[in-house]
Each structure stands twice: as structure tokens, then as C-alpha cells.
């Protein structure tokens, strides 16, 4: 998905807004994977802090594509990131070495996952057009939801006695089967995004003059039935 999300970026033109953004996430999305992939032989700062940071910029960046998608005056910044992640890495820091609580690191990325979740859905319901891009999203984050409020849940009734943070167990496998479910979901939808923005700005140049904005001749001639 990564190596798809980087020939569209290259490929598609820059009006369609929103690509760069996707891509990113995609990057952390796959650079979490190789380190969660490699936690027995690297160190617990790396496949441990650096894998969840990363992971937690997935849907900060799938948010910010889809603000950039629909209003080309929405880009996210280094600043915006530091004081997004810093708070975020400070709590999950703190429930690692200091306070060693597996419990408080899951909830938290969870909350994190739902908030960001809740903000997209509302772009896509207020902003987007209901197409089928739009609906493959939609599902994925709704599906989002549901398994991180039932993680909470789980955490809630004290399902995760004496585990640790990626020792199986019911409520942690359903979250980990999501995630395999849902991201390449939420990537597949972008593309489809950015493939409809991309077959509407062709129909528009095929219909419309680009200087004045009228219907061009091919398209009046199509009109009056010449």
C-alpha cells in the first residue's frame, strides 16, 4: 500500500490535494510495522516509544489529508505535530519507565485513535461527497471505533491482569485484527478519493473552458446537437 500511496503522489497532479498527507501516514504506517516486527532484537525505545509514536501519527496524518482534501488552505505543520505528539509521548514515557502501567499506555492510544477518528468522520460526513471512496473510509473508522471503545471496555473490567503490552489476549488480539483490517481499508479509500477528485477535474477540463469558465465548443455542440 506504502509503494502504491508513493506512485500516486509522484504520478497524480498537485491539484489533488490531500496525497502528501496520505502517503506520510502510510510511511508510519509501515515503519511501525517493521519495528513492532523487530521488538526481539531491538531495543525497547525503539520497538516500544518510537513504534507507538509512529503509529500515532498515522491517523493525525490521515486527518490532516482529508482537511487538506477539502479545503486547500488546511495544511498541518511541524509546530501543529510537536504539540499534537509531545503530551502523548511524555504520558506513554512516563506509564513505561516510571510508572510502569500497561493499562494506562493501551488507554491512552485509544483515546488517541478515537478522538482523531471522531474528527475525520466528521470531515468525511460534512465535507466529502457520499461516494464510494468516502463509504470504504467511513466503514473503517467506524470500525475503529467500535474495537478501541472495546479495548477500553476490556481495560475497564480488568481484563489485562499481569499482562504485558503485547502478550495475546482476547481484547488485545481484536485490536491488533483491526488494525490489520483497517489500515489498509483506510488507504484504499483515499486512493479512491483522489481517483474521484482526479475523474472530476478531467470531466470539468472536458467540458469546460479553462480562461472563461463557459461550456467549450465540443460540449455546446453536444447540447444544441450539432
Not at 479545503?71 to 511524555?90: F, G
Amino acid at each position: 500500500m506504502c509503494l502504491v500511496m508513493v506512485v500516486l503522489y509522484r504520478t497524480y497532479p498537485r491539484s489533488i490535494r490531500g496525497l502528501r498527507e496520505w502517503l506520510w501516514a502510510s510511511l508510519a504506517a509501515t515503519v511501525t510495522a517493521g519495528l513492532l516486527l523487530g521488538r526481539n532484537v531491538l531495543p525497547d525505545w525503539l520497538s516500544i516509544i518510537v513504534a507507538n509514536l509512529t503509529l500515532k501519527l498515522t491517523p493525525v496524518f490521515m486527518y490532516a489529508g482529508l482537511q487538506h482534501y477539502v479545503d486547500e488552505t488546511k495544511k498541518i505543520s511541524v509546530a501543529t505535530l510537536a504539540w499534537v505528539l509531545i503530551p502523548y509521548v511524555a504520558w506513554f514515557a512516563w506509564f513505561t519507565y516510571i510508572d510502569q502501567r500497561v493499562d494506562m499506555r493501551i488507554a491512552a492510544m485509544c483515546v488517541y485513535t478515537i478522538v482523531f477518528s471522531i474528527l475525520s468522520l466528521r470531515v468525511l460526513f460534512s465535507r466529502v461527497q457520499n461516494t464510494a471512496g468516502r463509504n470504504v473510509m467511513v466503514a473503517a473508522f467506524f470500525l475503529i471505533l467500535a474495537t478501541r471503545g472495546y479495548r477500553l471496555l476490556s481495560l475497564a473490567f480488568d481484563m489485562d491482569a499481569g499482562l504485558e503490552l503485547f502478550q495475546a489476549n482476547a481484547p488485545q488480539m481484536v485490536l491488533l485484527g483491526a488494525a490489520v483490517i483497517t489500515i489498509p481499508l483506510i488507504t484504499i479509500g483515499s486512493i479512491m478519493l483522489a481517483s474521484e477528485k482526479l475523474r472530476e477535474r478531467l470531466e470539468y477540463m472536458s467540458r469546460y473552458d479553462e480562461l472563461t469558465g463557459c461550456l467549450n465548443k465540443a460540449t455546446c455542440d453536444i447540447v444544441t446537437g450539432k
